[in-house]
């Protein structure tokens, strides 16, 4: 079993920064993908970025200029930096490990963090 917490969602005026982390537990963290998603309420959760060890990320494209994720293996920590934060980036930040199967699609990974709001006014 490996355990996610995920910290550093919080209230941000539009334009502003934020920088989630996702603390994970486990033996073979450095051997996982791990990725974060978003979900809004009534919506279907969104994949928002990925890092795989060696440094390869992905983004969603709404996100890929204003975004930034990387990840610490000493640490067993990994980050999503969020600059340049609009209105509908407005969700619950969830981070997850482990993939088997396509990295953009929810149910390709194991592991998953309780989530953490992030809320950004206009």
């Known amino acids: 079993q490996v355990q996610l917490v995920e910290s550093g969602g919080g209230l941000v005026q539009a334009g502003g920064s934020l920088r989630l982390s996702c603390a994970a537990s486990g033996r073979t963290f450095s051997s996982y993908a791990m990725g974060w998603f978003r979900q809004a309420p009534g919506k279907d959760r969104e994949f928002v970025a990925v890092?795989?060890?060696?440094?390869?990320?992905y983004f969603e494209d709404s996100v890929k200029d204003r975004f930034t994720i990387s990840r610490d293996d000493a640490k067993d920590t990994m980050y999503l930096q969020m600059n340049s934060l609009k209105p509908e980036d407005t969700a619950v930040y969830y981070c997850a490990a482990r993939i088997d199967g396509a990295y953009f699609l929810a149910g390709s990974y194991y592991y998953w963090g309780q989530g953490t709001q992030v809320t950004i006014s206009s």
């Open positions: 890092t795989w060890y060696g440094g390869t990320t």
